[in-house]
């Protein structure tokens, strides 16, 4: 586990784990479920427990364990996990960062919003995973982070709430996308590295085992976005789906139900590197951000879905005005194709679920932020200020804090208003 992470081990294992890691998750029955009971691929469709299609209505909790600057209102010099928890560091001290990481956990995605969620009218939540939460004491890895409470946790609420759970391996070991959001160093040495795709399988196959007997979760979201299309796509892709596939049978051997989602190249968009599917109950996905709701638009991955006779689904989109987001969402619905939107909670957003008030103390942080990453010597604001502006941060990130954009969830087709 990196440097950053450990102290913040340390201030949460505490809190959260109470009982081994590798206890069952309450509420799981005491004999093993059939595959019945969870939701599965038949053809070109999804089918739920009871027969009829699970038509995938879903949201992502982005930012919650896997940071990105811009939620936190930074601009692009800040965007990286580890330039966030740096600069954090700095304005805070280490143990300060890891009490704010701590309260950030709790707060940022609680039963609240799962409750919301799951009352709009969602039926699904992807949740973007960064794998040092669930790895520690690499070279030789042991699979206890603090990582597994919390989606424990968030698995009951969710069961509760009635929705299903993807799990989506948003920051692999070495990165598997070469960008900021995937916390490595900016090129996806995954794929150059046979240690990082031995931790890659290794993680997924402790996930599966965990969660193997519990509905609730839906599925395993392999590798967001591999292959950023800047780098050696040449040199890249053609490794892409042997590894998908050596991950996929540990997957299988631990966990024969789940759905397994699989991701193509450049940014998600790009099936080419894949070949016909390698298993049975995988599911296909694509984002696609800002692009025409049209036909042409999707007329790949339609082609894709009808040659191999599998689902297809949009795991990420959004972030756009509401006409737009009701005329791509409907686009999709035309072909049977289900859609998870991009992201459930962002700071001073209306393209959001649930919108965070930026305070002008938060401001200050963010001018900070932007300085610190040009100048390490940069001054940090007033020691009142940081508190007060951290302390507010926490309090406006909870769910009754939070403006909802009603508009934005009608655009959806959901819940339109209180």
Not at 117 to 145: C, H, Q, W
Request: glycine share 8%; net charge neutral.
């Amino acid at each position: 586990m990196a440097t950053l992470y450990s102290p913040l081990v340390t201030a949460v294992a505490g809190l959260l784990v109470t009982a081994s890691l590798w206890a069952p998750i309450a509420g799981v029955a005491a004999e093993s479920p059939s595959r019945s009971d969870f939701v599965h691929a038949e053809g070109r469709r999804l089918v739920g427990p009871d027969g009829a299609t699970f038509a995938v209505k879903g949201i992502n909790l982005g930012h919650w364990l896997v940071q990105e600057g811009y939620m936190f209102g930074f601009n692009r010099k800040t965007e990286a996990p580890g330039q966030i928890r740096s600069t954090f560091e700095r304005l805070l001290g280490r143990s300060g960062a890891a009490r704010f990481w701590t309260r950030f956990y709790d707060g940022y995605v609680a039963e609240d919003d799962v409750r919301f969620i799951g009352a709009a009218g969602f039926n699904t939540i992807r949740v973007p995973l960064d794998y040092r939460m669930f790895v520690s004491g690499e070279p030789d890895p042991k699979f206890d982070g603090i990582g597994y409470a919390l989606i424990d946790r968030l698995v009951g609420w969710a069961k509760k709430a009635g929705v299903r759970v993807i799990l989506d391996l948003h920051a692999a070991p070495g990165g598997q996308v070469g960008a900021s959001h995937d916390g490595g160093s900016g090129f996806p040495l995954l794929f150059y590295s046979r240690a990082n795709q031995d931790l890659t399988v290794r993680l997924w196959r402790a996930l599966a085992q965990r969660y193997r007997d519990e509905p609730t979760v839906l599925g395993f979201d392999l590798l967001n976005e591999p292959i950023a299309p800047h780098h050696d796509t040449k040199y890249l892709e053609p490794r892409l789906q042997p590894l998908l596939e050596r991950i996929a049978k540990a997957v299988r051997e631990v966990a024969p139900h789940q759905v397994i989602f699989i991701e193509g190249s450049r940014w998600g968009t790009s099936w080419h590197p894949l070949g016909k599917p390698f298993a049975e109950n995988l599911v296909y996905t694509y984002h696609s951000y800002w692009a025409s709701p049209r036909r042409n638009t999707i007329q790949p991955q339609l082609n894709f879905r009808d040659r191999y006779n599998v689902p297809i689904l949009i795991a990420e989109t959004g972030e756009a005005t509401d006409d737009w987001i009701f005329n791509f969402r409907t686009m999709h619905e035309s072909y049977g194709i289900g859609w998870i939107f991009w992201p459930y909670k962002n700071i001073n957003q209306t393209t959001t679920v649930a919108s965070v008030r930026m305070s002008a103390d938060w401001k200050t942080i963010v001018d900070f932020a932007d300085r610190f990453a040009d100048d390490a010597n940069a001054t940090p604001p007033a020691q009142d200020v940081i508190e007060r502006a951290f302390e507010g941060y926490l309090k406006a990130i909870e769910f009754k804090n939070c403006d909802v954009q009603w508009s934005y969830l009608a655009a959806l087709g959901l819940k339109a208003g209180p």
